[in-house]
């Protein structure tokens, strides 16, 4: 039987069970659970925090994950993925407030950044030749600027009405992501060929979808 960790509750949530249900695969789902079996697909559903999924598939607890590319990338595995799914895209962005000064990324030569993605964010300023301080801080990054903490941002953006709440410009695209589908790399025969039904069934959904 195959595991396949998704996102428990957030922006990955629901297209990912809607995906598995539009792939023919029927099974109880209750918020309160923490896993569910599939009726009529060898497969068991786990029910996690996204930062938790990468790490969970590499050490092989669970066998699959649906998880944003940005979150893959930044935990350090991304030779775990197998293929895109199209949902969930968004944008790993620099922003800086609206009346700052900014022509170039050589603007932010030692300049403090408040980030959720300092690997991301590290890797991108460095084969730029920037060294700036990162400030890791796991969530409301956007409102940095305006408590002092930072000159600059780098945080996930889709419309861009959140950088406009809070008086910020996106000034650099760092990292496009969409929700990918993970696989551990150490898969028996039995379940490699079970990934290569549900691949097979995902992209058949997807071209239907087109
Ligand atoms: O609880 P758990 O840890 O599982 O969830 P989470 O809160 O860490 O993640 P969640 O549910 O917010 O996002 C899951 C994934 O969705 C992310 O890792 C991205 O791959 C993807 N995604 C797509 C987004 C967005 N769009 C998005 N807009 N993730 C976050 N945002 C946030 C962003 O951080 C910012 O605060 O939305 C705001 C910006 O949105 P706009 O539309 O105003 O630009
Ligand atoms: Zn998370």
Partial sequence: MLRLAIQKSGRLSEDSLNLIRECGISFLSAS?????EATNFPLEILYLRDDDIPGYVQDGVADLGIVGQNVLVEAGFPGLEVEGLGFSKCRLSL????????????????????????QILGQYLTERGVKANLHTISGSVEIA???GLAE??????SSGSTLLGNG????????????????N?????EKKELL???QFRMQAVRRARR
Wanted: with cysteine; net charge negative.
């Fill in 32 to 36: 309160y659970k923490l896993k569910t």
């Fill in 152 to 157: 600059a941002i780098c945080d996930i953006v």
């Fill in 196 to 198: 290569e039904q549900l």
């Fill in 95 to 118: 922003a800086v407030p609206r009346a700052a000064a900014y022509d170039s990324i050589e603007d932010l030569q030692g300049v403090n950044i408040a980030t959720s993605y300092p």
């Fill in 145 to 147: 600027p305006s408590i």
């Fill in 168 to 183: 910020l410009r996106e000034v650099e695209t760092v990292f496009r992501s969409e929700a990918v589908l993970i696989a």
């Fill in 185 to 189: 790399q150490n898969l028996s025969a």
